[in-house]
């Protein structure tokens, strides 16, 4: 009877050792457990917080471009206009076009990169994903922004090109004189000038009609050329009858049967637009 109570004490206490052995197991395995969730916990706020700061500063950059006047990216930007600044207004804008454009892709590879990081380490929050989505959203409007400034550049360069020419053609009309040379028979028969005035046809002076055929001028446009060279024997066998004033040009011989019309002072020759020179 005794040895049976010895036993069964015995195999209690063999019970009450095995139950404290898996119970203190369990209670390490749940310690560990926890230490790790813990770290587990802790780093994922870290990467929390890491991609909530990386994402202000995306914001930030976004903010930073402006279609402005103000550099881009702050002094980074500033120190390469400094660097390099095209001559014209629009080179200037096509640069800071351009430059705008760079940082916009810098900024989505910035956005692509901290997607794929957060995908990667598993974090999957809705406020998240909602923040990476407003500043793609962010890169759009500015891509929107720029491409609407790139079309008005681009209208008004071809408005600017347009009225360069205008004005070119205007101050080539400005500066073009018509000229017709000739003897008095020629002249007249070619009604570019008509005798007028005297006595019984006797003392008629020659004067240019105002009014004659366009065909027979020549243009010369004073800009680009003052001189007309007039085949005639000597400076005395030529004669301007139209009315330039008589300072804005010289008459002189160039050689043998040629004489030379140079203009020095091209504003006043121009103002009366058709010149008629008389050979003798």
């Known amino acids: 009877m005794r040895r049976m109570s010895v036993v069964a004490l015995a195999l209690i206490s063999l019970v009450l050792i095995g139950s404290t052995i898996f119970f203190y197991s369990k209670y390490k395995k749940s310690q560990a457990d926890y230490t790790q969730l813990q770290t587990e916990d802790e780093s994922t706020r870290l990467r929390y917080g890491?991609?909530?700061?990386?994402?202000?500063?995306?914001?930030d950059s976004l903010n930073a471009i402006v279609l402005g006047d103000e550099p881009v990216e702050g002094a980074a930007a500033r120190s390469q206009a400094e660097v390099e600044v095209p001559g014209t207004v629009h080179d200037q804008v096509l640069t800071r076009i351009a430059t705008l454009r760079g940082a916009i892709e810098r900024t989505k590879e910035r956005i692509t990169e901290l997607d794929a990081r957060l995908k990667k380490s598993g974090i999957k929050i809705e406020g998240m994903n909602k923040m990476i989505a407003g500043l793609r959203r962010s890169v759009t409007e500015k891509e929107e922004q720029i491409a609407m400034l790139t079309t008005q550049v681009d209208t008004l360069q071809t408005q600017v090109t347009g009225l360069t020419v205008a004005v070119e053609d205007r101050q080539t009309e400005l500066a073009t004189v018509?000229?017709?040379m000739g003897s008095k028979k020629e002249l007249v028969r070619s009604g570019v000038v008509e005798a007028k005035g005297g006595v019984l046809g006797i003392g008629k002076t020659l004067r240019p009609t105002g009014h004659p055929d366009q065909s027979v001028f020549t243009p010369l446009d004073t800009d680009e050329q003052t001189v007309i060279q007039i085949p005639a024997e000597k400076v005395d066998k030529v004669q301007v009858l139209s009315a330039q004033?008589?300072?804005?040009?010289?008459l002189q011989p160039v050689g043998t049967n040629m004489v030379e019309l140079r203009i020095v002072d091209a504003?006043?020759?121009?103002?009366?637009?058709?010149?008629?020179?008389?050979?003798?």
């Open 50 to 59: 890491n991609a909530i700061a990386e994402i202000a500063t995306i914001q």
């Open 267 to 280: 504003k006043e020759f121009r103002k009366i637009k058709q010149v008629v020179i008389l050979t003798t």
């Open 245 to 250: 004033p008589v300072s804005s040009y010289v």
């Open 178 to 180: 018509f000229y017709a």
